[in-house]
C-alpha cells in the first residue's frame, strides 16, 4: 500500500463523515421516519499547494501507480498531532471502546489510528470508555492506539485524476478520496 507523499504538504482539506441513513416524511404530516443502517466512512478533498515539475513527478508517478480506485493508500490530516499511545478493545461495530494504558492526553474531537483506520472521539472520555466514529472495523484486543499523525486507508473516489500546469510551469493537484473498507 502506498502512501501520499508529503514533500510539499496540503494547502486544503475538506473532511467528512458521513452516514448511511435515510429518512422518510409523509407528506401530508411531514412526521418523519428515521432509518440508520450501519455503513458510516470518511470521505476527503485534497488540494496540494502549487509546485514545481521536480516536486510535481513524485505525484504524478503516486497517482498513476493508484490505477484510479483500484489501490489504496494512506494518508493522515497534518493539522491533527496528538501526543498520545495506548491499547484499545472493542468489537466490530462498537462506538463505545475502552482505552487502557495510555500515555499522554485525548479530548473530544481528536483522532487516533488502529491499524490504518480512522477514529474520531465523539464523546468526554469517561474514565477509559469514550464513543468513537466510525464504528470499529476489526475485533480489537490491547490494539496500539495511535493518536500522533493518524492514518486512514484510503481509495480514490474516482479513476479519474488530473492536474493543471499553469505560469511558471507550477503545478496544481486536487483529489476526492473515500475511506476503504
Request: proline share 4%; net charge negative; charged share 15%.
Amino acid at each position: 500500500m502506498a502512501s501520499l507523499p508529503y514533500a510539499v504538504g496540503i494547502q486544503s482539506m475538506t473532511m467528512r463523515l458521513v452516514s448511511a441513513t435515510a429518512m422518510t416524511q409523509s407528506v401530508f404530516t411531514f412526521d418523519q421516519q428515521v432509518f440508520a443502517h450501519q455503513g458510516v466512512r470518511w470521505e476527503a478533498e485534497v488540494t496540494l499547494p502549487p509546485m514545481n515539475h521536480s516536486q510535481a513527478r513524485a505525484y504524478t508517478a503516486f497517482f498513476a501507480s493508484l490505477r484510479g480506485m483500484k489501490e489504496t493508500f494512506t494518508m493522515y490530516n497534518p493539522l491533527h498531532n496528538v501526543t498520545a499511545t495506548g491499547t484499545i478493545t472493542g468489537s466490530v461495530g462498537d462506538t463505545n471502546v475502552t482505552l487502557s494504558s495510555v500515555s499522554g492526553s485525548y479530548i473530544l474531537g481528536d483522532h487516533f489510528e488502529v491499524n490504518n483506520r480512522l477514529y474520531m472521539i465523539t464523546s468526554v472520555p469517561s474514565g477509559n470508555n469514550f464513543d468513537i466514529m466510525p464504528p470499529l472495523r476489526d475485533d480489537l484486543t490491547s490494539a496500539a492506539v495511535d493518536f500522533s499523525n493518524p492514518v486512514g486507508t484510503w481509495r480514490l473516489a474516482s479513476n479519474d485524476i488530473g492536474w493543471s500546469i499553469a505560469e511558471r510551469n507550477l503545478y496544481s493537484f486536487s483529489f476526492a478520496c473515500v475511506e476503504a473498507i
